[in-house]
């Protein structure tokens, strides 16, 4: 069995009084993947999506995270915040999904 791996391209991480946010994007064989997820003080406005980038140079939607999954293990948004530890694990699993999609 040929194990898979992944390698990072880059990464952000932001926190404000109102929201925080880590992006990741990483390499995949030969596709580019990007994980974003953005934790609000609402469900409703935060996301955790898998994206890889097509061939036409546009980001296309391949794996979701669902919002109630993670949220409420997540801290309040505010600025002293560590984005990349409190959403670190979420983007793993995300990248764990979009290998496992992509070697399929």
Excluded: N
């Excluded at 993947?33 to 406005?45: L, M, S, W």
């Excluded at 996301?47 to 980038?53: F, Q, S």
């Excluded at 109630?68 to 699993?93: C, H, K, M, N, Q």
């Amino acid at each position: 069995m040929m194990t898979t791996t992944h390698r990072e391209l880059d990464e952000c991480a932001d926190a404000d009084r109102h929201r925080y946010s880590y992006d990741r994007i990483v390499k995949i064989g030969e596709r580019r993947v990007r994980i974003r997820v953005r934790r609000d003080f609402y469900p409703q406005q935060s996301v955790a999506v898998a994206e890889v980038l097509a061939d036409s140079m546009t980001w296309t939607h391949l794996a979701t995270e669902p919002t109630a999954a993670w949220f409420y293990e997540t801290a309040l948004p505010g600025t002293a915040v560590d984005a990349r530890a409190e959403l670190g694990s979420i983007t793993d699993l995300l990248i764990g999904r979009a290998t496992a999609i992509l070697t399929a």
